[in-house]
């Protein structure tokens, strides 16, 4: 890893094979399953990144790939009544279960969710205080990782922040993650996301790192804290 540019988000990182009709079918099929198949292992990482985040009351929060909605209402409770949270998943059957939560936890009023790709986001530059991404960036190809990042600094206001999770090709790469990316590259459909590098992604794409951490998950979770200038 010492031979990688420290400037460099690309090297030996995989490609994403799966189109967004595959993504959005494959998030649709296990809406219903995912906290089952995850909460256990992913919530203490989202957790981090929210506590990194630290959404404050009155603010307007993007959270990017939400799925089932636990962070929507963390934050939704975080920025009060006189805040709002914005919602962008390519998956309707994610927002679905998202809009069910938000609405049993008494908070949908506060919350707008928008079914789409979020290489396009669908609101005004400079609009929001804060962005919030768990496990998904790492979904975008590699060549689209700039112009999602873009997105982010256009909609952000200047020295608004972004909080990405993502698993990470940073910290130790073991068995269990050459085990990752080969399912990653045999079996995409199985496993869609491999390890990317955050920091470098976000330092490429213009945002100024204020935190970043690397926790141990089954395999690394780089957690960074960024600003647009
Ligand atoms: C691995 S899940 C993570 C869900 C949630 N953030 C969490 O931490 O529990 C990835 C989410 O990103 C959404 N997603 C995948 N590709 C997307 C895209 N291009 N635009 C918007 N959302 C996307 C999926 O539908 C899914 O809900």
């Not at 929060?61 to 934050?75: D, P």
């Not at 962005?131 to 590699?142: A, G, N, P, W």
């Not at 206001?157 to 130790?172: C, D, L, N």
């Not at 990752?180 to 920091?199: A, G």
Request: charged share 20%; proline share 7%; glycine share 8%.
């Amino acid at each position: 890893m010492d031979s990688v540019p420290p400037t460099s988000y690309e090297p030996g990182v995989l490609r994403v094979l799966q189109s967004k009709e595959q993504t959005k079918s494959f998030y649709n099929k296990i809406a219903k399953v995912y906290d089952l198949l995850s909460e256990e292992s992913e919530k203490p990482m989202r957790e981090a990144g929210l506590a990194m985040l630290a959404p404050q009351p009155g603010e307007r929060i993007l959270e990017i790939g939400f799925g089932t909605g636990h962070c929507l209402a963390e934050i939704a409770r975080a920025v009060g009544p006189g805040g709002s949270v914005l919602g962008v998943d390519i998956s309707d059957q994610m927002l679905a279960h998202a809009q069910s939560l938000l609405q049993r936890e008494g908070l949908a009023d506060r919350v707008e969710l928008r079914c789409g790709d979020a290489g396009q986001l669908p609101f005004e530059s400079n609009s929001v205080d804060g962005i919030f991404f768990s496990f998904t960036l790492e979904l975008f190809d590699t060549p689209e990782l700039p112009l999602v990042l873009a997105e982010c600094r256009r909609v952000l206001r200047p020295q608004g922040r972004i909080v990405v999770v993502a698993v990470s090709k940073e910290g130790h790469q073991g068995v269990i993650v050459h085990l990752f990316e080969w399912m990653h590259q045999h079996v995409p459909n199985l496993m869609d996301c491999r390890p990317i590098y955050v920091r470098r992604a976000l330092e490429a794409a213009g945002f100024s790192i204020q935190a970043a951490d690397v926790k141990s998950m089954w395999v690394p979770v780089e957690i960074v804290l960024a600003q647009k200038p």
